[in-house]
């Protein structure tokens, strides 16, 4: 089955600063690669996703990347706000029986104003 | 509308008791899942339901019984549980049959004593 690893668990960054969260997939047949955000107490929210056949996709200032050869995709922020604080998990999707998400282990986002 | 309502918000239930979770959703997404969340960790998948019908159990305890009883509503029937199934619990669906976006639920806070 899918593995995907994620990194780092944690992230503090000061206001203002960019952040990075990496992720890398085993299987060669995921093809759609969401990213969600948690607050506490909240439900998951798809913020950004991209698909195999694409290598970049921007939304303002979050961003998000695929390497296909070397199996990781990324999550980029910019210009970080307080309100960034939460958890982001990324996810492979792939075919068993049904499209099911392998979900990274999380990174907690803390951004100091 | 794109939202997926879940009663009720929190759930406190002794190891004898019986009760049940709803889910609800009107996107017309005819794929429905529910997941286990721990604290600070991914969602967990348990069940699929794809057109109405089981497709995935992902080895779960049948002290857990999902119900699908139309397009709209999925169920998630509790029996005999353990302290250890205090969780967050997440409904979400999607579009069946193409990778995409999962929406969640509010989930239910799950407490067993």
């Known amino acids: 089955g899918e593995n995907v690893e994620q990194h780092p668990s944690t992230l503090s960054v000061q206001e203002g600063d960019s952040a990075v969260i990496k992720c890398t997939y085993s299987d060669s047949a995921s093809n759609y690669f969401p990213w969600y955000k948690q607050e506490l107490g909240k439900r998951p929210q798809l913020i950004i996703d991209i698909r195999s056949n694409v290598g970049e996709k921007k939304d303002q200032r979050i961003a998000v990347t695929l390497n296909k050869t070397a199996k990781h995709f990324s999550l980029h922020i910019t210009e970080t706000q307080p309100e960034d604080s939460a958890v982001y998990f990324c996810?492979?999707?792939?075919?068993?029986?049904?499209?099911?998400?392998?979900f990274g282990r999380g990174t907690s986002l803390i951004v100091h104003p | 509308d794109t939202e997926v309502t879940q009663t009720p918000k929190h759930l406190v239930m002794g190891m004898t008791n019986k009760k049940s979770l709803k889910c609800e959703q009107h996107m017309g997404h005819r794929a429905m899942y529910w997941y286990k969340q721990k604290a600070k960790k991914p969602p967990e998948l348990m069940f699929v339901?794809?057109?109405?019908?089981?497709?995935i159990n992902e080895s779960v305890p049948s002290r857990f019984s999902p119900e699908c009883p139309n397009s709209s509503l999925l169920n998630l029937h509790l029996h005999a549980l353990q302290p250890e199934d205090s969780a967050l619990y997440l409904c979400a669906s999607s579009e069946p049959g193409t990778a995409g976006e999962q929406y969640f639920g509010p989930g239910t806070r799950l407490t067993v004593t």
């Open positions: 996810a492979a999707t792939t075919w068993g029986g049904s499209y099911i998400p392998t």
């Open positions: 339901y794809s057109y109405e019908k089981l497709s």
